[in-house]
């Protein structure tokens, strides 16, 4: 999925409902989005990061 097919599908979203990263332990909300540039023809990338806060 690229950036443009994601903010497709976010937009059908309810605005205000949470993001959730699924992961081992269950589910983290959304804590930050990083970009990693690649070279060499290859796309960049974008990191979806879960919020490291504790409960």
Do not use: C, F, W
């Not at 690229?2 to 983290?28: F, T």
């Not at 930050?32 to 979806?48: A, R, S």
Request: glycine share 10%.
């Amino acid at each position: 999925m690229n950036v443009g097919q994601l903010m497709e599908k976010l937009r059908a979203l309810p605005p205000e409902a949470a993001v959730l990263l699924e992961g081992d332990e269950g589910y983290s909300p959304l804590g930050g989005i990083d970009v990693q540039h690649n070279d060499n023809g290859l796309p960049d990338e974008v990191v979806l990061q879960p919020d490291m806060t504790p409960d």
